[in-house]
């Protein structure tokens, strides 16, 4: 696998006569990959049905001739103003009912009929015209599906469209019934158009009817990417990506890559840490010109996963971004190491994003690699030094982790719909865990859900499944090394009520919740060996091994052979405890790291990432702040 560089450049805003010397500086760079398009709809269609393709038929022929590849987007995230006059219903509306209207991106209904054959016929139309081009090499789908909280929309397309899935699935108003358990509180229906969408409810809705919308929901935006990727397999024999996000779980991003032959994602650190990721104020100072140091190594690692080993970062933060709280500049040297992080998780290609800062419009206040004024920013030097070395330095290569993580969608859904405490999040349970294999200086593999063989791993850890689905129940069953599972795994049916037996119903493991409890940040619960569980815990029982316990005498972690059930939110140490003991079990290797400095093993080498803004020593190397080491293995 050759490892590339890439950037975001939008021809239409800067003047003709600058793009040659543009793609000539992008070259000398020495970058591959420059991607276009993917906002550019009121320039490729004017008016509707008029299209005018000659200012792209230039940019790209500038491009090539300077030795450059294409990404090209399809422009579906922008529908443009005549749009609107010719479809006013397209837009999504939010849970309140207000319009999501034309004045910015993304203002369309997943769900709208006459959208989707709009972006059908744009899409057709690009295929045509550039599938084979010899310039163009990949094609991007629209862009970040559900920024901006733009996957649920409450129109009347959506409410149509949800009414229609539902009748698919259930058949009947009886079965749906009995599924939701509508007998509660009256809300049995007698016809599927008697459902409306679940919001504006006096109370919360039922958790079977959110769940069911949010399944809706997510089958909208893979059906809709589905829709340009078989356009665009009809005409081109290029690789197809979508760019994701950073904790975006609103669809099931496993289905949407299904159709996909590449996962890529938009990585702003900084953002990220100021915007998304909960941590105290002590770590976000530390931090801040840096970036969580497991965050952006998360999203690598599930990407992987979605795009079933292919992945890029499509857009990689190369200075202070425009919309988080609070955009500081990177530290010097950041640049480089988020780049290189990626390549050592097996990235094939990071695009910083922009190749110049935009003057105009929201994100004027967005940093490229170049100043408005066409002057290198910081990040230029930084990508020019990473594509040296990547000239210099062999193909790093990947390496299959003794450590596997499921990371399921849906459990994210379920535990929004359901927390039953304050600040209860899935997707933050998860990358605690992940955080604290990374802290032992581990690789993780994370694999989606669906998963019917653990037989490569030696650990596995599925952390709050909603529900197990039946290939990895049997994987798990056959699985020769350690499990650890819990809390809340397994402990809703698909349909969202509380199974009997009751959970969290593991075979061979006699251990049942027999009541939960969530709990204020300062009702930590002390287990005998120290440290504590926190946020949720689960009173559990049976006769299965107890491994550790509680003060209070209840167990915390229980046992049958190498099957393991922890019964809640472990803190830090008491994580540290149970993962080094799992790895043991396993024979394999732990190095607990010093705080912010981060190792990935890859078939070749071992690199070392400090994400300080101080030194960092281990090993016999001093490593700088923002600094990366790497030495054969």
């Given at each position: 696998m050759?490892?590339?560089?890439?950037v975001?450049?939008?021809p239409?805003?800067?003047?003709e006569t600058?793009?040659?010397e543009d793609?000539?500086?992008?070259?000398?760079?020495?970058l591959?990959w420059?991607?276009?398009?993917?906002?550019?709809w009121?320039?490729?269609?004017?008016e509707?049905g008029?299209?005018?393709?000659?200012?792209l038929?230039?940019?790209?022929?500038t491009?090539?001739?300077?030795g450059?590849?294409?990404?090209?987007?399809t422009?579906t995230?922008?529908?443009p103003?005549w749009m609107?006059?010719?479809?006013?219903?397209?837009?999504a509306?939010?849970?309140?009912?207000?319009?999501r209207?034309?004045?910015?991106?993304?203002?369309?209904?997943?769900s709208?009929?006459g959208y989707?054959?709009?972006c059908?016929k744009i899409?057709?139309?690009?295929?045509e015209?550039?599938?084979?081009?010899p310039?163009?090499?990949?094609?991007?789908t629209d862009?970040?599906y559900?920024?901006?909280a733009?996957t649920l929309?409450?129109?009347?397309?959506?409410?149509?469209?949800?009414?229609?899935?539902?009748?698919?699935?259930?058949?009947?108003?009886?079965?749906?019934?009995?599924g939701?358990?509508n007998v509660?509180?009256?809300?049995?229906?007698?016809?599927?158009?008697?459902?409306g969408?679940?919001?504006?409810?006096?109370?919360?809705?039922?958790?079977?009817?959110?769940?069911?919308f949010r399944?809706f929901?997510?089958?909208?935006?893979?059906?809709?990417n589905?829709l340009?990727?078989?356009?665009?397999?009809?005409h081109?024999?290029?690789?197809?990506?979508?760019?994701?996000?950073?904790?975006?779980?609103?669809?099931?991003?496993f289905?949407t890559?299904?159709?996909l032959?590449?996962a890529?994602?938009d990585?702003?650190?900084l953002?990220?840490?100021s915007?998304?990721v909960?941590a105290?104020p002590?770590h976000k100072?530390?931090?801040?010109?840096?970036?969580d140091?497991d965050?952006?190594?998360?999203h690598?690692d599930l990407?992987?996963?979605?795009?079933?080993?292919?992945?890029?970062?499509?857009?990689?933060?190369?200075?202070?971004?425009n919309?988080?709280?609070?955009?500081?500049?990177p530290?010097?040297?950041?640049?480089?190491?988020w780049?290189?992080?990626?390549?050592?998780h097996?990235?094939?290609a990071?695009?910083y994003?922009?190749?110049?800062?935009?003057?105009?419009?929201?994100?004027?206040?967005?940093?490229?690699?170049?100043r408005?004024?066409s002057a290198p920013a910081q990040?230029?030097?930084?990508?020019?030094t990473v594509a040296?070395?990547?000239a210099?330095?062999?193909?790093?290569?990947?390496?299959?982790a003794?450590v596997a993580?499921?990371?399921?969608?849906a459990?994210?859904?379920?535990w929004?719909?359901?927390?039953?405490?304050?600040?209860f999040?899935?997707?933050?349970?998860?990358?605690?865990?992940?955080?604290g294999?990374?802290?032992?200086g581990?690789n993780?593999?994370?694999?989606p859900p669906?998963?019917?063989?653990?037989?490569?791993y030696?650990?596995?850890?599925a952390?709050g499944?909603?529900?197990?689905?039946?290939?990895l129940?049997?994987a798990?069953?056959?699985?020769?090394?350690?499990?650890?599972?819990g809390?809340?795994?397994?402990?809703?049916?698909?349909?969202?009520?509380?199974?009997v037996?009751?959970?969290p119903n593991?075979?061979?493991l006699?251990?049942?919740?027999?009541r939960v409890?969530?709990?204020?940040?300062?009702?930590?619960?002390p287990l005998?060996?120290?440290?504590a569980?926190?946020?949720?815990?689960?009173?559990l029982e049976?006769?299965?091994?107890?491994?550790e316990a509680?003060e209070d005498?209840w167990?915390?972690?229980v046992?049958a052979?190498?099957?393991h059930?922890?019964?809640?939110?472990p803190?830090?140490?008491t994580?540290a405890r149970?993962?080094?003991?799992?790895c043991?079990?396993?024979?394999?290797?732990?190095d607990?790291?010093?705080e912010?400095l981060?190792?990935?093993?890859?078939?070749?080498?071992?690199f070392?990432f400090?994400y300080?803004?101080v030194?960092?020593?281990?090993?016999?190397v001093?490593i700088?702040?923002?600094?990366?080491h790497w030495?054969?293995?």
């Amino acid at each position: 696998m050759k490892r590339t560089l890439g950037v975001c450049y939008y021809p239409e805003h800067w003047l003709e006569t600058q793009w040659a010397e543009d793609a000539a500086r992008m070259a000398k760079l020495g970058l591959t990959w420059v991607r276009i398009g993917e906002f550019a709809w009121s320039r490729m269609e004017p008016e509707p049905g008029r299209y005018d393709w000659a200012w792209l038929d230039r940019a790209i022929d500038t491009l090539g001739k300077a030795g450059l590849k294409v990404v090209l987007g399809t422009p579906t995230a922008t529908p443009p103003r005549w749009m609107i006059d010719r479809h006013p219903d397209m837009v999504a509306l939010d849970k309140d009912g207000k319009p999501r209207g034309f004045g910015s991106r993304r203002h369309y209904c997943f769900s709208h009929k006459g959208y989707r054959t709009e972006c059908a016929k744009i899409v057709t139309a690009l295929a045509e015209r550039y599938g084979k081009n010899p310039h163009v090499a990949a094609w991007q789908t629209d862009n970040e599906y559900a920024c901006h909280a733009t996957t649920l929309s409450y129109s009347k397309a959506a409410t149509e469209a949800f009414r229609d899935w539902l009748a698919q699935k259930y058949q009947s108003p009886d079965a749906l019934n009995r599924g939701w358990g509508n007998v509660f509180w009256s809300m049995e229906y007698r016809d599927f158009n008697e459902i409306g969408l679940p919001n504006l409810t006096v109370t919360e809705p039922n958790p079977s009817h959110v769940m069911d919308f949010r399944r809706f929901a997510s089958d909208e935006v893979a059906s809709f990417n589905r829709l340009q990727t078989e356009i665009l397999r009809k005409h081109s024999p290029y690789p197809i990506a979508h760019n994701y996000m950073g904790a975006i779980t609103e669809f099931d991003h496993f289905a949407t890559g299904a159709d996909l032959d590449i996962a890529s994602w938009d990585s702003y650190p900084l953002g990220f840490l100021s915007d998304r990721v909960p941590a105290d104020p002590e770590h976000k100072r530390r931090f801040v010109r840096q970036g969580d140091p497991d965050f952006q190594a998360f999203h690598h690692d599930l990407y992987r996963a979605v795009g079933r080993g292919r992945w890029w970062i499509m857009e990689q933060q190369p200075g202070p971004v425009n919309w988080a709280p609070y955009n500081p500049d990177p530290l010097p040297g950041m640049a480089r190491l988020w780049a290189w992080e990626a390549f050592a998780h097996g990235a094939e290609a990071v695009c910083y994003f922009r190749w110049r800062q935009a003057p105009f419009a929201q994100e004027q206040m967005h940093a490229g690699l170049l100043r408005p004024d066409s002057a290198p920013a910081q990040a230029f030097g930084e990508a020019e030094t990473v594509a040296k070395e990547l000239a210099a330095m062999p193909d790093v290569g990947t390496t299959k982790a003794d450590v596997a993580l499921i990371f399921d969608y849906a459990s994210d859904w379920a535990w929004e719909i359901q927390p039953q405490g304050r600040g209860f999040s899935y997707f933050w349970l998860v990358f605690h865990i992940y955080k604290g294999l990374r802290r032992l200086g581990l690789n993780v593999d994370i694999l989606p859900p669906d998963t019917g063989d653990l037989s490569a791993y030696k650990l596995v850890l599925a952390p709050g499944l909603f529900t197990l689905s039946d290939p990895l129940k049997a994987a798990l069953v056959a699985h020769k090394g350690t499990s650890l599972l819990g809390p809340r795994t397994n402990s809703k049916t698909p349909n969202f009520s509380i199974p009997v037996p009751l959970p969290p119903n593991l075979p061979g493991l006699d251990a049942r919740i027999a009541r939960v409890e969530s709990l204020p940040p300062d009702c930590p619960v002390p287990l005998t060996e120290g440290g504590a569980l926190i946020n949720w815990r689960e009173k559990l029982e049976g006769s299965a091994t107890v491994v550790e316990a509680a003060e209070d005498g209840w167990p915390a972690l229980v046992a049958a052979e190498k099957l393991h059930y922890l019964a809640g939110w472990p803190d830090d140490t008491t994580l540290a405890r149970i993962l080094q003991r799992a790895c043991a079990a396993e024979g394999i290797e732990t190095d607990p790291l010093p705080e912010g400095l981060r190792r990935r093993d890859t078939a070749t080498h071992r690199f070392l990432f400090n994400y300080n803004p101080v030194p960092a020593d281990w090993g016999g190397v001093s490593i700088p702040p923002a600094g990366v080491h790497w030495s054969a293995l």
